[in-house]
């Protein structure tokens, strides 16, 4: 009986053709084959499918009252003949002589998913003798099977991309850290686990032995945004005892992916100018500049989580006295006024592992940023600074009206003049009045509210006294 003329059975109905068929097959010639019919099949499984040496999982569905692995009928008596009730699946290599030569040949080429009935006849089964009181002499058997899954021992990983985001530069490599989202299944459907159910990512280094060998081998080579499945056998996965109680001893394992990021903890920020202003640009950002500046923030799977815009302002910073992220402080740098740019920056230069409000750990940030002004700052602590020398009788000009003191009003009136004639300048990126009160409170040291000849000094000349006061 040839394969191909069984498979055309799967075409009538269940029951009854099965049975009248099995009653008129028993003459079996030496030639037979165990007969074979399908159903249920996944329709792609083809890199799966049993060969010989397989390792094989499978199971009798729909045979009350449960735990029968699979179930024998001797034909055309509907008897149950040998089962087994050790629960789960009946685990076997096929084609490699541990079954009964009718299941090594019928088992062949099934897919993950697939049920068959499988006609042995007794030469292929237990023949002339019989199996103890079981199973007669010269008795044919039916079984039903449905395969579970299967693998090869020298199967490796499968990965198969079903998302790919344009545009991909850079694939993941051994030591990288990723940051993905999951859901892990067997082959039969059943998922056993999944990131989502626990509203975070798995974060975790990559070919570093920190998780499942396939998993380690399969995440490589992804990229940002990716969607990707994994099928990994079990010798890379659980092994033939499997963990828990989600996942069975040599079970193979299927995890769809979505790479949210991942980054190498040796990565600077990454720096991409999106435009410059036409006009040529003298003077660029630099440590200690007083910048202005308007971002845009996000995460690599496109989660706006940040703009300046949303104040209407743009953020203010003196670059490298840190105020802001250190990936931020080092991106600004080299900016012209007007240019804009886009810097992905690495946790370890943004809110590192344990994040901060709304920005999830070990996340990668992604800015676009625009410098609206740049302005020199001022050294650490000082409030103001000459341009040139200050005149020598720094007092007599303070006291507009030479009465010998000089409260804040005057004070204020003298400096912002310096500054109006370019002869100065206040400390940037703060209220001017403020800075201004600030000086004068350091100035009149006894708190008069005046400053004597004697009370007034340049911080250049306390510096060398090394005591820290400002003007
Ligand atoms: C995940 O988030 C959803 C919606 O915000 C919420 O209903 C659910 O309880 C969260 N689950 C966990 C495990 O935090
Ligand atoms: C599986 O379990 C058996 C029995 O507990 C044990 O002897 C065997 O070493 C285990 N195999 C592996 C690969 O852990
Ligand atoms: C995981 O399953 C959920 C629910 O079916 C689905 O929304 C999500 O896209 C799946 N994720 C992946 C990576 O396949
Ligand atoms: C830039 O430099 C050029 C030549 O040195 C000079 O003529 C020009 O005024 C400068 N522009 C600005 C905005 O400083
Ligand atoms: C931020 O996004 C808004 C809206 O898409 C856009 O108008 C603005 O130019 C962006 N800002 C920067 C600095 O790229």
């Known amino acids: 009986m040839a394969r191909s003329s069984t498979r055309a059975m799967t075409a009538a109905p269940w029951w009854p053709s099965w049975w009248g068929w099995a009653a008129s097959s028993l003459a079996w010639t030496e030639a037979s084959w165990a007969c074979v019919s399908t159903s249920g099949a996944a329709s792609s499984c083809l890199p ?30 509907r008897q149950t003949l040998c089962s087994y009730s050790k629960g789960g699946t009946y685990d076997t290599y096929i084609g490699s002589g541990w079954l009964i030569k009718g299941m090594d040949q019928g088992l062949l080429g099934m897919c993950p998913g697939e049920r068959r009935k499988i006609i042995i006849p007794p030469f292929l089964a237990y023949g002339e003798k019989g199996y103890g009181t079981v199973i007669p002499p010269q ?9 579970i899954d299967v693998h090869n021992p020298k199967d490796t990983v499968q990965l198969e991309t079903l998302e790919l985001p344009p545009g991909c530069v850079r694939r993941a490599v051994a030591g990288d850290f990723m940051r993905y989202h999951y859901n892990g299944s067997l082959m039969d459907g059943t998922v056993f686990d999944s990131s989502y159910s626990r509203n975070h990512t798995y974060n975790t280094y990559i070919g570093q032995g920190y998780i499942i060998p396939g998993m380690d081998q399969g995440l490589q080579g992804a990229c940002i945004g990716e969607r990707r499945r994994i099928t990994i056998p079990p010798h890379l996965a659980y092994g033939e005892n499997g963990t828990g109680d989600k996942i069975p001893g040599s079970a193979v394992l299927i995890f769809n992916v979505h790479i949210i990021d991942f980054h190498n903890p040796a990565d600077p920020v990454e720096i991409k100018t999106v435009s410059r ?15 202005r500046y308007h971002y845009n923030c996000s995460l690599l799977d496109g989660t706006k989580l940040f703009s300046s815009h949303d104040y209407g302002d743009p953020q203010e910073a003196t670059l490298g006295a840190n105020k802001v992220i250190e990936g931020l402080d080092t991106g600004l740098q080299g900016m012209c006024t007007g240019e804009r740019r886009q810097l992905t920056v690495p946790p370890h230069l943004a809110h590192g592992e344990s994040g901060a409000r709304g920005v999830p750990g070990s996340a990668v940030l992604l800015f676009e940023v625009e410098l609206v002004s740049r302005e020199d700052g001022l050294p650490t602590g000082y409030l103001f600074v000459w341009h040139k020398e200050p005149p020598a009788n720094l007092f007599e000009h303070m006291d507009l009206n030479k009465d010998g003191e000089v409260p804040l009003e005057e004070f204020s009136t003298f400096i912002k003049a310096q500054v109006s004639e370019g002869k100065g300048r ?6 001017p009045e403020k800075t201004l009160g600030d000086m004068f409170q350091n100035q009149d040291r006894n708190k008069d509210g005046k400053i004597t000849v004697e009370e007034l000094k340049l ?9 820290h006061e400002e003007l």
């Open 277 to 291: 202003p036409p006009e040529a640009c003298n003077e660029t950002a630099k440590l200690g500049d007083f910048v």
């Open 426 to 431: 206040l400390l940037p990126g703060q209220d």
């Open 459 to 467: 911080k250049s000349d306390e510096d060398q006294e090394r005591v």
């Open 139 to 147: 008795a044919s058997l039916v079984f039903h099977v449905l395969l």
């Open 48 to 77: 799966t499918w049993a060969t010989a040496a397989s390792a094989w999982r499978g199971s009798f569905p729909r045979m009350p009252p449960s735990t029968l692995m699979w179930s024998c009928w001797m034909c055309g008596t």
